[in-house]
Nanobody, 113 residues
């Protein structure tokens, strides 16, 4: 059974930082591209960052230079370091193994003063 557990979301002031974590089980983690998505109220879910099995990374234009994705295959973990946070980063963040419909419960990030 596939399980994804996101954590690390919080309320943070603009300009602040957060580190999100995602623990995956039930998949051969090292073989998957891992994605971070986010969904803001009233908006569609959007891809924020991805990291390939070989370590290749890519980011949405809106977060380039501010967010950094990483993975630890030994621990079946993927991370999203978020710096210089803006109010428009407010959303529920989800991790997702590429080309699957597996989702966790998400973790809420709120950027507000």
């Amino acid at each position: 059974q596939v399980r994804l557990v996101e954590s690390g979301g919080d309320l943070v002031q603009p300009g602040g930082s957060l580190r999100l974590s995602c623990a995956a089980s039930g998949i051969i983690f090292s073989l998957y591209t891992m994605n971070w998505y986010r969904q803001a109220p009233g908006k569609q879910r959007e891809l924020v960052a991805l990291i390939g099995s070989s370590g290749y990374t890519d980011y949405a234009e809106s977060v380039k230079g501010r967010f950094s994705i990483s993975r630890d295959n030994a621990k079946n973990m993927v991370y999203l370091q978020m710096n210089s946070l803006k109010p428009e980063d407010t959303a529920v963040y989800f991790c997702n193994p590429g080309r699957t419909q597996y989702w966790g419960q998400g973790t809420q990030v709120t950027v507000s003063s």
